[in-house]
């Protein structure tokens, strides 16, 4: 059932030749999380705003569980916020913090306490609760806003960035925490990243925006293994790039060799696009639809992936193969032969 | 070593154009006025006894501190819906705000003290359109006097405390009051719980500037008083041309200066407290 629905949703910002969102529309089940991926500028942190009310669109319509929310000030809204900086109160202690929402929505003293103490045990951050902001680290902080944003359980959970100020690995612990939480929760959630392995660890849903747009709204496997264009696949995990002619529909010819693709346009000029993790080495006599021979130009070693870039007649190739395999031991100068299946080719015009 | 003989300059111009002359005062107030009315060298307390023992030196205490506290109350809460005006408007238009508000310090105080005749008088355009409208029959008496004295105090404390608001309220995150009103606080709400205590130490310091400065004002009690109001400051000028009484009036200054001091370092301390907290 749809709880967030985004009809042609435009933000024009005075002076600005482009709208920084340009009439997006998606709908969102209850209970999801969706990540808003993309570059900074492209509109994800402005139409998260909109959904809070902090920013006013120019056109379009947000309705939340089937109420249209467009017009609501911010505080008419019950979301639930955490900012990219927390924005936590520096007066007030953890709990006063957690309490606020609470506060405005007039829940009696006794029972505040108590969903205090819930939302702050829920946050792993039971004995901090008499901590001013800055007693404590920048997880705790973050745990801090996560816990008085969900504390007057709202309708919706939106998050702005709220990993970037952490160090890395922090960053992924908090991560799991956050969508571990919102699962228990079921609380609709929108999550604003330009981080596309945040984007794809945590989110049910990811809509990859460019200049305003949606390019792309699937589930995570989908966008990475399907992206629907140019931009996804090179803003999304890595490619080899091929530039390719269209002989026929499904046979495109790149370089010294031809390849077939299970789509291709029409005919004309287009760019091939491989996941690395797509193309594998071929043991000798075994065929393929596409197989290419290549030079191993580089080699790095990552542990558990080894990834190869490698000349081919098609042009440069990357290949992931993991540890202990035979081409796990190839060196740079090494021949071998990559196959790679139709289906895993994404061509785009070019 | 560098930093300080670049410091010399403004130490020198310090010395010699503030120190020195608040020794010499000091050195003054010791001397004696005898039944003549002529000063004679000496060493003596007397001064500062006939000071301190004299009832209307503390009525003129007690008028300097009401009036300035007042006048510096009603500055900071001018300035204070000024500065959140500022603070909201679109930054290009910030700079000019900014400086509409405290343009005033740009007009001598005396050709402002003018202006307000022109506006406060019998005359003057309130009493124009009060007795023109019939609201009364006779002018309202709002210069010359301790009211005009208020106003004018206020309106001149007001572009230091829009001063000292703006800056410190800059630094205020704008962010914390969006996070508010997403926990479902109102305006209003937001503005209580969150802004103003947030504000607390830039409208302290503000009203402690307007505070000292209005304990220290001569021109706008003077001008706007009417030889009516009597503060610490127009009776140290009035001993000294006046009544030519030369070591009253340098005693009167240094009890002046001695109780700013310690009332700015008593400040110092408190909100060195309340930071700590």
């Known amino acids: 059932m749809t709880h967030l629905r985004l009809e042609r949703l435009t933000r024009r910002f005075p002076g600005t030749a482009t709208p920084a969102v340009d009439g997006i529309s998606l709908d969102l089940p209850q209970g999801a999380l969706l990540a808003l991926l993309g570059p900074s500028g492209c509109g994800k942190t402005t139409t998260l705003r909109m959904i809070a009310g902090l920013e006013a ?101 939106l998050l702005d960035e709220p990993l970037s100020a952490l160090d890395a690995k922090l960053r992924e612990e908090v991560r ?145 193969v993991p540890g202990g395999t035979p081409a796990a031991s190839l060196r740079m100068g090494d021949t071998l032969r990559l196959g790679v299946d139709p289906g895993d080719l994404r061509v785009f015009p070019a | 070593m560098i930093g300080l003989l670049l410091c010399l300059p403004a130490a020198l111009i310090l010395a010699a154009g503030f120190v020195w002359p608040v020794l010499l005062l000091g050195r003054i107030s010791f001397n004696r006025t005898n039944d003549m009315g002529a000063m004679e060298q000496a060493w003596t307390l007397e001064t500062y006894a006939r000071i301190v023992t004299d009832d209307f030196t503390w009525d003129l205490a007690l008028n300097t501190i009401t009036l300035s506290a007042g006048a510096a109350a009603a500055a900071v809460a001018l300035a204070l819906p000024v500065t959140l005006l500022i603070r909201s408007a679109p930054p290009r238009w910030r700079g000019l705000l900014a400086l509409m508000a405290v343009a005033p310090l740009l007009v001598s105080g005396t050709a402002r003290v003018v202006g307000w005749m022109a506006i406060l008088g019998d005359q003057g355009m309130i009493n124009a359109v009060l007795t023109g409208l019939g609201i009364t029959s006779d002018p309202v008496r709002l210069i010359n006097n301790l009211t005009g004295v208020r106003i004018g105090l206020t309106e001149s404390l007001m572009p230091y405390c829009c001063l000292v608001l703006i800056a410190g309220m800059s630094r205020l995150d704008s962010r914390l009051e969006e996070a508010a009103a997403t926990l479902g606080a109102t305006r209003s709400r937001t503005f209580l719980r969150v802004t103003l205590p947030l504000a607390a130490p830039a409208l302290a310091a503000a009203f402690a500037l307007a505070f000292v400065l209005g304990v220290s004002a001569f021109i706008t009690p003077r001008l706007m008083g009417g030889g009516r109001v009597f503060v610490v400051a127009t009776e140290i000028f009035d001993l000294a041309l006046e009544t030519v009484d030369w070591p009253a009036a340098s005693a009167l200054a240094m009890l002046l200066l001695g109780t700013l001091i310690v009332a700015m370092v008593l400040r110092g301390v408190l909100s060195g407290r309340g930071a700590a907290r």
């Open chain 1, 176 to 320: 799991d925490e956050i969508r571990a939480v919102q699962q228990r929760l079921g609380t609709t959630t929108v999550f604003v990243t330009h981080d596309q392995t945040e984007a794809l660890a945590m989110a049910d849903l990811v809509a990859v925006m460019n200049q305003g747009r949606i390019e792309q709204l699937a589930p995570p496997e989908e966008v990475f293994e399907r992206p629907a264009t140019r931009f996804v696949a090179t803003f999304v995990g890595r490619a080899a790039i091929l530039a390719a002619e269209v002989v026929a529909p499904g046979l495109l010819r790149a370089g010294g060799a031809t390849l077939q693709a299970a789509e291709t346009p029409q005919s004309g000029r287009a760019e091939i696009f491989i996941r690395p993790h797509h193309l594998r080495p071929l043991a000798d006599g075994e065929d393929a639809a596409n197989a290419l021979p290549a030079r191993v130009t580089r080699r790095t070693y990552t542990g558990d992936i080894i990834t190869l870039e490698c000349n081919s007649p098609a042009g440069t190739l990357l290949a992931e």
């Open chain 1, 57 to 157: 669109p120019d056109g379009g319509h947000i309705q939340v569980a089937g109420r249209d929310v467009t017009a609501l000030p911010p505080h008419k809204r019950n979301m639930g916020v955490v900012f990219q900086s927390y924005a936590l109160f520096p007066h007030l202690s953890a709990a006063a913090n957690v309490a606020f929402g609470l506060e405005m929505r007039g829940v009696p003293r006794a029972e505040r306490a108590k969903r205090v103490a819930d939302a702050l045990t829920l946050v792993g951050l039971d004995g901090f609760a008499a901590r001013k902001p800055r007693q404590l680290s920048g997880g705790q902080q973050q745990r801090v806003a996560l816990a008085r944003a969900l504390a007057p359980q709202p309708d919706l959970l």
